[in-house]
T-cell receptor, first 112, second 114 residues
Framework: EDKVVQSPLSLVVHEGDTVTLNCSYE??????LLWYKQEKKAPTFLFML????IEKKSGRLSSILDKKELFSILNITATQTGDSAVYLC????????????FGQGTELSVKP | DADVTQTPRNRITKTGKRIMLECSQT?????MYWYRQDPGLGLQLIYY???????NKGEISDGYSVSRQAQAKFSLSLESAIPNQTALYFC?????????????FGPGTRLTVL
């Protein structure tokens, strides 16, 4: 059974802290891994990763994929209260094209 | 302007009622999806459609049906709603272009079945 597992499920930090969110997966026919940020509405796209070892960066956020060990991490440096959200990891598989398998999400709360 | 819209945004209904959730997208995407989100379970795929004539069951399709009326419209129906279908429902669309394909989500519909 294909599955995506995120950890931790929730995290509370203070502004300025650096956080690392984890996503591990066990799927057949891996195609890509995506990270989304969800506040009190629809998820918004952050990163898509297809190759191992290539870091994607966007401001204070970065992510990397390890296809040998089957995991990805999302780093957020110098956290701000606006980073508070649920972060979703999803894996796309080749068959049933376009199908995404989502993890449970990590709820991040950044305190002032 | 929102590219993926959902109506209604909130709905409260009673057990046994038929409910339809609507989704429209203006991005010209071929692929559309319906998900439900429950606390602690992430997003679960209900149905997905590659184009108007291609509709597929997802991970949790029991109790749901869909209709792809046009490229831009994909509706989700609950023929006889039950309380455990209380959840947040998201529609998404994607162009379906190889490895760089990305899904774009609507704002969600919060459904409560009493």
């Amino acid at each position: 059974e294909d599955k995506v597992v995120q950890s931790p499920l929730s995290l509370v930090v203070h502004e300025g802290d650096t956080v690392t969110l984890n996503c591990s997966y066990e799927v057949t026919n891996f195609r890509s891994l995506l990270w989304y940020k969800q506040e009190k509405k629809a998820p918004t796209f952050l990163f898509m990763l297809t190759s191992s070892g290539i870091e994607k960066k966007s401001g204070r956020l970065s992510s990397i994929l390890d296809k040998k060990e089957l995991f990805s991490i999302l780093n957020i440096t110098a956290t701000q209260t606006g980073d508070s959200a649920v972060y979703l990891c999803a894996v796309r598989i080749y068959n049933q094209g376009g199908k995404l398998i989502f993890g449970q999400g990590t709820e991040l709360s950044v305190k002032p | 302007d929102a590219d993926v819209t959902q109506t209604p945004r909130n709905r409260i209904t009673k057990t046994g009622k038929r409910i339809m959730l609507e989704c429209s997208q203006t991005k010209g995407h071929d692929r559309m999806y319906w998900y439900r989100q429950d606390p602690g379970l992430g997003l679960q795929l209900i149905y997905y459609s590659f184009d108007v004539k291609d509709i597929n069951k997802g991970e949790i399709s029991d109790g749901y049906s869909v209709s792809r009326q046009a490229q831009a419209k994909f509706s989700l129906s609950l023929e006889s709603a039950i309380p455990n279908q209380t959840a947040l429902y998201f529609c998404a669309s994607s162009p379906g272009r190889g490895p760089t394909d990305t899904q774009y989500f609507g704002p969600g519909t919060r459904l409560t079945v009493l």
